[in-house]
C-alpha cells in the first residue's frame, strides 16, 4: 500500500461542475501540499496544509489531520483547469520527506 | 514564472554515459531539492540541500550524486546512465530547511537514455 493514496486517478467534468479529488495518507505528517502539473509539465505549488482550509479563487484545499485525508476542490470548473493534481505528504517519520500520491488527471470538457 | 531556471530542458544521451543537470534556485531561497518524475514511478524525492549542505535524502541512487554551491544554484550529476534513468528531472527551492513552506518548480530537465 502506498503512504499517499489519491482518489480518482482520472475525472472527465464538464465546465462548471463542482470537482473534488481525495487524498488519504498512512503515514504522520507535518504538512501536506497540493501541486498542478500542467501538460507541458511544468509544476505549480497550489496550497500548503498543515490543519484546517485553505482558498485561493475557485480553489479550495481542506486537511483532517486525525482522520488523515485531505481533500481539493474546484468550483465552476474551467477548461484550464485540466491538469494532473498530485498531493505529497511531508511524511514526519522520515526525517521531513516528501511523499507523493500518484496524481490525478482531470479533464473538464467544455 | 516560479523564478527557478533549470538546465538543458532536454538532454538527449546514451547508456553509460554521465550528464549534470543545473538549476538555480528562487532568489532569496537558500533550499533546492531533486526530484524525478518516471511513467511508471511517478515523482520521486532525490535529495535536498541547504545552504550547502545535504539535509535530507530519499530515493537517490548511488550511480547519482548533487551538491550545492555558494552562490546556491545545485547541480544533479547522473553517471552510468541507464535506459530506466529516461525522465523528468524536477528542482524545486523554498526559503526555509523543510517541506512546510511553499515550494516553487523549475520546468524540468527531460532526460531521455537511448
Given amino acids: 500500500k502506498n503512504e499517499v493514496e489519491q482518489s480518482p486517478q ?9 470537482i473534488t479529488i481525495n487524498c488519504s495518507y498512512s503515514v504522520g505528517i507535518s504538512a501536506l501540499h497540493w501541486l498542478q502539473q500542467h ?10 496544509l498543515s490543519s484546517g482550509k485553505k482558498k485561493h479563487g475557485r480553489l479550495i484545499a481542506t486537511i483532517n489531520i486525525q482522520e488523515k485525508h485531505s481533500s481539493l476542490h474546484i468550483t465552476a470548473s474551467h477548461p484550464r483547469d485540466s491538469a ?5 505528504a511531508v511524511n514526519m ?3 521531513n520527506k ?3 500520491g500518484a496524481g490525478t488527471i482531470l479533464r473538464v470538457k467544455s | 514564472d516560479s523564478g527557478v531556471t533549470q538546465t538543458p530542458k532536454h538532454l538527449i544521451t546514451a547508456t ?3 550528464v549534470t543537470l543545473r538549476c538555480s534556485p528562487r532568489s532569496g531561497d537558500l533550499s533546492v531539492y531533486w526530484y524525478q518524475q518516471s511513467l511508471d514511478q511517478g515523482l520521486q524525492f532525490l535529495i535536498q540541500y541547504y545552504n550547502g549542505e545535504e539535509r535530507a535524502k ?6 547519482f550524486s548533487a551538491q550545492q554551491f555558494p552562490d546556491l544554484h545545485s547541480e544533479l550529476n547522473l553517471s552510468s546512465l541507464e535506459l530506466g534513468d529516461s525522465a523528468l528531472y524536477f528542482c524545486a527551492s523554498s526559503v526555509g530547511t523543510g517541506f512546510t ?3 516553487f518548480f523549475g520546468e524540468g530537465s527531460r532526460l531521455t537514455v537511448l
Fill in chain 1, 10 to 18: 482520472n475525472l472527465t467534468a464538464q465546465e462548471g461542475e463542482f
Fill in chain 1, 39 to 48: 501538460p507541458g509539465g511544468g509544476i505549480v505549488s497550489l496550497f500548503m
Fill in chain 1, 84 to 88: 494532473v493534481y498530485i498531493c505529497a
Fill in chain 1, 93 to 95: 517519520e522520515y526525517g
Fill in chain 1, 98 to 100: 516528501l511523499v507523493f
Fill in chain 2, 16 to 18: 553509460g554515459q554521465r
Fill in chain 2, 58 to 63: 530519499g530515493n537517490i541512487l548511488e550511480r
Fill in chain 2, 101 to 103: 513552506g511553499e515550494l
